[in-house]
Nanobody, 125 residues
Framework: VELVESGGGLVQAGGSLRLSCAAS????????MGWFRQAPGKEREFVAQ????????SYTDSVKGRFTISRDNAKNTVFLQMNSLKPEDTAVYSC???????????????????WGQGTQVTVSS
């Protein structure tokens, strides 16, 4: 499974960015996809995930109402729309693919085993 992120960059607080992650290597729609982030000196944390069908999503509390995860199974791509960005959102954002079949369900974040290289998001105050 290969995952390639794009769309990171530098933005002012209150601004927006849209991250994309293109996947290849297996049947994309059969697996949940997630976004994680890691800030300097901190552990990697879960941000959002979406089931293979796109029908179920979940978010960490700090991004609820600001971030939206979506997917286009015809294009093997998952997105993270980030609005009302805050300086504390600054991190390397990585997309991840679930280890097991998850068309209808979402998983514990520990069930993600395939990772992209990450894209830097920097939010200035």
């Amino acid at each position: 499974v290969e995952l390639v992120e794009s769309g990171g960059g530098l933005v002012q607080a209150g601004g927006s960015l849209r991250l994309s992650c293109a996947a290849s290597g297996r049947t994309f729609s059969s697996y949940a996809m997630g976004w994680f982030r890691q800030a300097p000196g901190k552990e990697r944390e879960f941000v959002a995930q979406i089931s293979g069908s796109g029908g179920r999503t979940s978010y960490t509390d700090s991004v609820k109402g600001r971030f939206t995860i979506s997917r286009d199974n015809a294009k093997n791509t998952v997105f993270l729309q980030m609005n009302s960005l805050k300086p504390e959102d600054t991190a390397v954002y990585s997309c991840a693919a679930a280890n097991s079949y998850s068309y209808y369900i979402i998983l514990s974040p520990s069930n993600y085993g395939y990772w992209g290289q990450g894209t830097q998001v920097t939010v200035s105050s």
